[in-house]
Nanobody, 122 residues
């Protein structure tokens, strides 16, 4: 089974930046895009960004367009999320998963990693 491991979260001030990383361990989701979802406190999980392995095309939620940038890692089966101009609205636990495109929904909604917490506060 595929293991999803997220890292890079932390506490930052408004306007700051963070870079998140995700690694797929074991069997990967061949043929699927990979991306990020987030769940703010007390709210539902929402799509953030995704990248197509076949073409390298990125997809972004409107709320993060122009501020967040998704990329493939140098190490195989890794992706990153560069987050800039962070605001308190970005505070959430961030998860990675395989992504259906163009629907931008998780391929396997029954399996998630531990996630990494991002807190934006003064």
């Amino acid at each position: 089974q595929v293991q999803l491991v997220e890292s890079g979260g932390g506490l930052v001030q408004p306007g700051g930046s963070l870079r998140l990383s995700c690694a797929e361990l074991g069997r990967t989701f061949s043929g699927y895009a990979m991306g990020w979802f987030r769940q703010p406190p007390g709210k539902e999980r929402e799509f953030v960004a995704a990248i197509s392995w076949s073409g390298g095309f990125p997809y972004y939620a409107k709320s993060v367009t122009g501020r967040f940038f998704i990329s493939r890692g140098q190490v195989e089966n890794t992706i990153h999320l560069q987050m800039n101009s962070l605001s308190p609205e970005d505070t959430a636990k961030y998860y990675c998963n395989a992504v259906n495109v163009p629907a931008l929904t998780p391929v396997d909604n029954d399996y998630w990693g531990q996630g990494t917490q991002v807190t934006v506060s003064s």
